[in-house]
């Protein structure tokens, strides 16, 4: 979870940002840095193993495929989505 609650209070629009470059991961949202992170180093093997996701042995290796976005148990609205290479 983040360091720090951003959010915005309910019925305002909060933006979220997520930079990937390479394997070097970066998580924002309303302007502040949440998080940051290197995919498949030792300590994000780590991560994942000691995580809801340890029982897809491949969860997170793809290089490549499809954007998802979800939402647990909420009712949820996206607007205004881009997706830019960098």
């Known amino acids: 979870p983040p360091s720090v609650n951003v959010t915005k209070p309910a019925g305002e629009w909060n933006e979220s ?24 180093t030792d300590a994000w093997k780590a991560q994942v193993a000691d995580s809801k996701f340890k029982a897809w042995p491949d969860y997170g290796l793809a290089k490549s495929g499809h954007i998802v976005l979800q939402e647990h148990e909420a009712e949820i609205a996206f607007r205004n989505i881009k997706i830019k290479v960098l």
């Open 17 to 40: 940002r997520i930079v990937i470059k390479g394997s070097h991961v970066e998580h924002w949202m309303n302007g502040k840095k949440l998080l940051e992170y290197e995919l498949w």
